[in-house]
C-alpha cells in the first residue's frame, strides 16, 4: 500500500513530492469541456491575446484536483476513506500552459473519529508551485483515514 495509515501521519511533516506534471493546452481543453466551462480566458487563445495575461489561464479547478492529485501517491492511496472537506483555496499566480507543477504537502493535524474506531481525520495543507517556484495554488483539506487494520506503523 503505497498510501499512510492514520498512524504514520507526524503533525508538522512537509511531504515533497516526487512526481510533477507539466500542464498543456489539452489539458485545459480538456477539463474545461468536461466541466461544461466556456470561459474564454481557457479556451480562447485569440481571446487571451487580448488580456493582461496575454495567453490562456489554466483552469483553477484542474490546477485544485492537480494539485491534491500528486500528492495521492505518496499519502492516501488506498488508505482514504474519503475527503471531507476543502477549505483556504487560493490561487495566489497564475498558471499558464507548459508550466511545470510541483507539490508539497504539510500535515496541519490529525485525530480519532469519534464515529469509527478504525478510522481518523487529517487535515493538510497542500501547495503547488511552478517550475520557477512561484506558489500557484494552495488549500487546507481535510481525508478521512483508515487505521492500520494490523495495528503496526
Do not use: Y
Not at 492511496?77 to 498558471?95: C, H, R, Y
Not at 481525520?121 to 483515514?145: E, N, P, W, Y
Amino acid at each position: 500500500m503505497a498510501g499512510l495509515w492514520f498512524e504514520e501521519f507526524e503533525i508538522g511533516k512537509i511531504h515533497h513530492h516526487t512526481i510533477t506534471r507539466t500542464v498543456t493546452e489539452t489539458d485545459n481543453m480538456t477539463f474545461s469541456c468536461m466541466t461544461m466551462n466556456p470561459q474564454p480566458l481557457h479556451i480562447d487563445r485569440n481571446f487571451c491575446e487580448q488580456t493582461e495575461w496575454g495567453q490562456p489561464l489554466m483552469n483553477s479547478l484542474f490546477t485544485l484536483g492537480l494539485m491534491i492529485g500528486i500528492s495521492v501517491n505518496d499519502l492516501t492511496l488506498g488508505t482514504t476513506i474519503a475527503n471531507l472537506g476543502m477549505t483556504d483555496v487560493t490561487f495566489p499566480a497564475p498558471l499558464f500552459q507548459g508550466d511545470t507543477v510541483n507539490v508539497k504537502t504539510e500535515v496541519l493535524d490529525k485525530r480519532e473519529s469519534k464515529s469509527r474506531p478504525d478510522a481518523g481525520i487529517v487535515s493538510f495543507i497542500h501547495r503547488a508551485f511552478k517550475q520557477d517556484g512561484t506558489l500557484v495554488a494552495q488549500c487546507t483539506r481535510q481525508a478521512f483515514m483508515r487505521k492500520n487494520p494490523k495495528g503496526q506503523v
